[in-house]
């Protein structure tokens, strides 16, 4: 089993910066691939970011903004998100995939940008 607990999520201001994080516990390794997700009201999930070894992705609606990185000696996932937007606005969840279809979420953590 996988534990993924989420912090840094809070109020922040348009334009401003968090640093959101995911402590990992339990199966894991630095071979699997990370990847943090968010959800808005209404919305479907998305992915906003992925990382695997030394290769990281992000989606179109943040490229620019967020830059993902693990480090793996502390089992901790970091999502730092620049240039907040108001429709940024959403649960932020990381996630771990082992397989296609074995994939641990944690419990998420909010972030609301206000304008």
């Known amino acids: 089993q996988v534990q993924l607990v989420e912090s840094g999520g809070g109020l922040v201001q348009a334009g401003g910066s968090l640093r959101l994080s995911c402590a990992a516990s339990g199966r894991i390794s630095s071979t699997y691939s990370m990847r943090w997700y968010r959800q808005a009201p209404g919305k479907q999930r998305e992915v906003v970011a992925g990382?695997?070894?030394?290769?990281?992705n992000d989606a179109g609606s943040v490229k620019g903004r967020v830059t993902i990185s693990r480090d793996n000696a502390k089992n901790t996932l970091y999502l730092q998100m620049n240039s907040l937007k108001p429709e940024d606005t959403s649960v932020y969840y990381c996630?771990?995939?082992?397989?296609?279809?074995?994939?641990?979420w944690g419990q998420g953590t909010q972030v609301t940008v206000s304008s």
């Open positions: 990382i695997i070894g030394g290769t990281t």
């Open positions: 996630a771990m995939v082992h397989t296609i279809l074995q994939v641990y």
